[in-house]
């Protein structure tokens, strides 16, 4: 019995994780992560600094600093030469994937999904995916099911399908994914639900391998489930080439002790997917979200996203809908974002010239320098766009929809996100809002928090806190508007 094991790939701009691939009935056996500065021993909880992490019943095996060959997670998570004034770990609870594994419990042992027991609705389907490859999915008959322990990583990427016939939960647990051949299709995912039943992804490994596999799926979670809940818990979600999770679903979220590395990694359209940790987009007018909580969760925006995320929390995507959000919560959250292009890139000023297609060509005179990755701001017709590459002394690809024409005044920006914590918009109102205790290293954002043409009814904001300067984050929007958010202001 082989036992399945990480390899590490760790690029300069962002790092990327592959898993070997593994037999049937195969020990999830992740090695035990070494002593870092984070802590001295990753395994008892060392902090004790709110009684709410999650660390004292948290069986999972995976956790970042090892599998990602770094020192520490803040060795991961800071890309462009940032530093924390804190160290390496400044905030006083126990974090997933830090300080207690994710993903399954250790020792769990994988079933291959093409001969494991499954639920009454479910099977598995050799040539059922679009790709003509393996499907498991549930349909008619399948009330409740629960998928444990399987490894959807065989087979070329196995892909989770639940109908609009399935009732009740769906519960995947203690399972690993990783994106191949099989799932990496246009518009193709790892696991979609769709219907009325619910989701539960609990201590779950989700690889979406990008640049491994670099057909951009449309996420690597879909939710299309009207108003049934979604439920992430200890969970790590990897390598999103749009984003971790996308749907329609307004029914309530809980997201808590949970890892989400890498956003938005193949996308360079401005116009594009946006990257959220999950865009919740209920299409019916006046729809009401009854709760959104996001709580103790990992995230980490690379300096190889490219400039479409609004921000990792992002309650409601669709306009003109004027639905109501209940109750939204981002507490205990440890969130980095990073530049564009990593810590090696420069911003360029008093840009003019000309584009044609998807070339710009600039014009001599301008300050600074142009950067690969990048993002030219006031294009015509006050457009952007991300910098895909250069092509000779004076002319640069570059990505999105692009209009034709002469500009001036243009410059680059190397964030890679509007706001670094949360953005709220496209609502006809957020009923209550809770955003405590938040940790964040806003490098690589206009903002921390943002809010945008939709009231906020009441409004708790505090203990926020930098990773950078260490000083508060509070208010909305920029230094104009009253917000604080070191360094940025």
Not at 419 to 444: C, H, K, M, R
């Amino acid at each position: 019995m082989s036992s399945l094991r990480l390899t590490v790939t760790f690029a300069a701009t962002c790092a990327f994780l592959s898993l070997a691939s593994a037999a049937q009935a195969t020990p999830f056996d992740l090695p035990a992560p070494p002593p870092t500065s984070d802590s001295a021993n990753l395994t008892n909880c060392p902090y004790s600094g709110w009684s709410g992490d999650g660390c004292a019943t948290a069986q999972g095996g995976w956790y970042i600093a090892p599998a990602y060959g770094t020192t520490s997670f803040q060795a991961l998570a800071a890309q462009s030469g940032q530093s924390w004034v804190g160290g390496s770990h400044p905030w006083t609870w126990n974090a997933p994937g830090v300080d207690y594994g994710v993903g399954p419990v250790s020792g769990t042992v994988l079933s291959d999904p093409a001969t494991a027991r499954l639920p009454t609705g479910c099977v598995y389907r050799p040539t059922g995916s679009v790709a003509h490859g393996p499907e498991l999915y549930c349909g008619k008959g399948a009330v409740s099911p629960t998928l444990n322990a399987l490894d959807f990583s065989l087979h070329g990427c196995v892909v989770f399908l639940a109908d609009g016939n399935v009732t009740g939960l769906v519960t995947i647990s203690n399972s690993n994914f990783r994106n191949g051949p099989n799932c990496s299709v246009p518009f193709g995912f790892l696991i979609k639900v769709a219907g009325n039943a619910g989701l539960t992804l609990q201590n779950d490994l989700i690889d979406e391998a990008w640049p491994t596999f670099q057909t951009p799926l449309v996420s690597t979670v879909v939710v299309n489930t009207i108003s049934a809940p979604l439920t992430v818990r200890e969970t790590a979600i990897l390598n999103a080439s749009q984003r971790p999770m996308g749907g329609t679903s307004w029914g309530p979220l809980d997201v808590e002790n949970s890892v989400f590395i890498g956003f938005t990694l193949s996308s360079t359209a401005n116009t594009g997917q946006h990257g959220e940790i999950f865009e919740q987009g209920s299409p019916i007018p006046g729809a009401t979200y009854p709760s959104i909580v996001y709580r103790n969760n990992i995230v980490v925006i690379p300096a190889a996203s490219a400039l479409v995320i609004s921000a990792p929390f992002y309650p409601n995507g669709l306009s003109g809908k004027l639905n109501i959000i209940t109750t939204f919560v981002a507490d205990h959250n440890v969130v980095a974002t990073n530049w564009a292009g990593g810590a090696g890139a420069t911003q360029a000023t008093g840009l003019s010239g000309t584009v044609t297609g998807q070339i710009m060509t600039v014009n001599p005179g301008y300050a600074g320098a142009i950067s690969v990755g990048t993002t030219v701001v006031r294009l015509p017709g006050g457009r952007a766009a991300t910098i895909l590459s250069r092509l000779n002394a004076t002319q640069y690809l570059l990505s999105g929809t692009v209009l034709a024409g002469t500009f001036t005044g243009a410059s680059t920006v190397r964030a890679t996100t509007s706001a670094a914590l949360a953005e709220f918009s496209y609502a006809a109102a957020y009923q209550n809002v809770v955003i405590t205790s938040n940790f964040v290293d806003p490098t690589g954002a206009f903002s921390c928090v943002r809010q945008i043409s939709s009231p906020i009814l009441n409004l708790t904001m505090s203990g926020n806190q930098s990773l950078v300067t260490g000083a508060a984050i509070s208010g909305m929007g920029y230094k104009a508007s009253g917000a604080t958010c070191g360094p940025l202001f």
